[in-house]
């Protein structure tokens, strides 16, 4: 037997079923930049100078552009989360927070393809 | 009284601040400033892809008493972050939620925050 109301059975309200995917995303790119946020700072105190030359020698080695490109995409993903629960709970205007959510969701989307596109042009050598 | 002005939880302008609450918030604005950080961490890529000059402006940006002041700022803002999302791990997986180990764990993560960036800045010059 359903406890569901006659009315809410036909208006199609219930759970959406995807109640703990924003709370998984957000460990699960967590625990990701657990590691790959250690093994960027440990590799930026590690470097031998901060000139144009050596940042380039760095992140065109094969191995760091791809943990860079990894740690480009998960930062973007989690933060993009992280920042969509900020402006739930602050913005309460119905329409600027819509706007803002679609602004934030563009825009750390568009910050990962740049970084991807830096990424790859120097690891390909462009 | 008129309804409307009633006193409201969690009185954030009257009560002293547990250290969990400071925590807690320190946790929400450090992700907040390391969005901002992400966007540097982009520049720093695509300056260094589009050749030295770009690399020069943002190393001369970043050199200077702003910039640094923003490096160190955005460096602790990660160690903090960093250990402050362990410690919600750590509460994910049941532990840790007595009203001692969570004070306790927030003046570790305070502290280790605090000692890993100083370890970061001492290795990096």
């Known amino acids: 037997m359903s406890l569901r109301s006659p009315l809410g059975r036909v208006l199609g309200l219930g ?17 990701g930049l657990l590691i790959l946020g250690l093994w960027f700072v440990v590799s930026i105190a ?80 462009a | ?27 929400r604005a450090t992700g907040v400033a390391m969005s901002v950080g992400f966007v540097l961490f982009v520049i720093w890529l695509a300056d260094t892809a589009s050749g030295p000059d770009a690399y020069a402006a943002l190393a001369d940006a970043m050199g200077s008493l702003l910039g640094k002041i923003l490096l160190v700022g955005w460096s602790w803002a990660f160690f903090y972050h960093l250990s402050n999302g362990i410690r919600h791990l750590v509460w994910d997986a049941g532990y840790g939620f007595e009203k001692e180990q969570a004070n306790a764990s927030a003046w570790l993560v305070i502290a280790a925050a605090v000692v890993l960036t100083v370890v970061f800045w001492v290795v990096v010059t």
Do not use: C
């Open chain 1, 15 to 31: 759970t959406a079923k995807d109640g703990t995917s924003h709370w998984w995303g957000q460990r699960l790119s967590g625990i």
């Open chain 1, 46 to 125: 590690t470097l031998p100078g901060f000139s144009h030359n050596e940042a380039v020698a760095f992140i065109s080695k094969p191995f760091h552009a791809v943990l860079l490109m990894l740690l480009s995409v998960t930062m973007a993903y989690h933060s993009w989360l992280g920042v969509q629960v900020v402006i739930e709970d602050y913005v309460h205007s119905h329409g600027l927070r819509i706007a803002s959510l679609i602004l934030s969701r563009f825009a750390h989307i568009f910050f990962a393809a740049v970084a991807l596109f830096a990424i790859l042009k120097l690891g390909i050598g």
């Open chain 2, 1 to 27: 009284m008129d309804p409307n002005d009633r006193p409201l939880s969690p009185h954030l302008s009257i009560y002293r601040w547990p250290i969990t609450m400071v925590s807690s918030i320190l946790h």
